[in-house]
Antibody, heavy 120, light 111 residues
Framework: QVQLVESGGGLVKPGGSLRLSCAAS????????MSWIRQAPGKGLEWVSY????????NYADSVKGRFTISRDNAKNSLYLQMNSLRAEDTAVYYC?????????????WGQGTLVTVSS | QSVLTQPPSASGTPGQRVTISCSGS????????VNWYQQLPGTAPKLLIY???QRPSGVPDRFSGSKSGTSASLAISGLQSEDEADYYC????????????FGGGTKLTVL
């Protein structure tokens, strides 16, 4: 069955860096676009970034552009999010999600999320 | 401020039918399909409706979606206590190389 497992979250000081990972299994990872979506405590969902299946295309929300970098390693079935110059407003649960091939660009599978806390 | 606009809350009694609206613009809902997500307390979101009105396997037919112009709606009929959750609409936006936009979420309370 499809599984997405995020890791790498934790407490980091403002201005610091963190690298999130998402391990995928149960499907042909290299066939799918992948995305990161975050949710600040008590708030709604915010799309962060996406990457195409072969890494040819990426895009970012304005709120993270220039600070975050999405990447993937299809040989390792893994998705990454390098987060630099972190701010308090980046505090959130970060989910990795698979973009459906057939479902109207929906996110058909989500990981359980990893919490990133930016605080001094 | 979310790009897509949803009411912050909705409620109903067991067995009732409730609807949740989602309003966008020509660059998102107006030109792309709408997806809906259900987030039960303390869990990750789950795809509930895709391509405006399609249900993934396992989603009960009590859940239905529709779209007209730059707005969409999620309807839940035969409301059950386990439907108490947050519901989010989302769509692809064609602006600036393309990105996803979400609604602010609607908290559904089953009275």
């Amino acid at each position: 069955q499809v599984q997405l497992v995020e890791s790498g979250g934790g407490l980091v000081k403002p201005g610091g860096s963190l690298r999130l990972s998402c391990a995928a299994s149960g499907f042909t990872f290299s066939d799918y676009y992948m995305s990161w979506i975050r949710q600040a405590p008590g708030k709604g969902l915010e799309w962060v970034s996406y990457i195409s299946s072969s890494s040819s295309y990426t895009n970012y929300a304005d709120s993270v552009k220039g600070r975050f970098t999405i990447s993937r390693d299809n040989a390792k079935n893994s998705l990454y999010l390098q987060m630099n110059s972190l701010r308090a407003e980046d505090t959130a649960v970060y989910y990795c999600a698979r973009v459906s091939l057939t479902g109207g660009l929906g996110f058909d599978y989500w990981g359980q999320g990893t919490l990133v806390t930016v605080s001094s | 401020q979310s790009v897509l606009t949803q009411p912050p809350s909705a409620s109903g009694t067991p067995g009732q039918r409730v609807t949740i609206s989602c309003s966008g613009s020509s660059s998102n809902i107006g030109s792309n399909t709408v997806n809906w997500y259900q987030q039960l307390p303390g869990t990750a979101p789950k795809l509930l409706i895709y391509s405006n009105n399609q249900r993934p396997s396992g989603v009960p037919d009590r859940f239905s979606g529709s779209k007209s112009g730059t707005s969409a709606s999620l309807a839940i009929s035969g409301l059950q206590s386990e439907d108490e959750a947050d519901y989010y609409c989302a769509a692809w936006d064609d602006s600036l190389n393309g990105f996803w936009v979400f609604g602010g979420g609607t908290k559904l309370t089953v009275l």
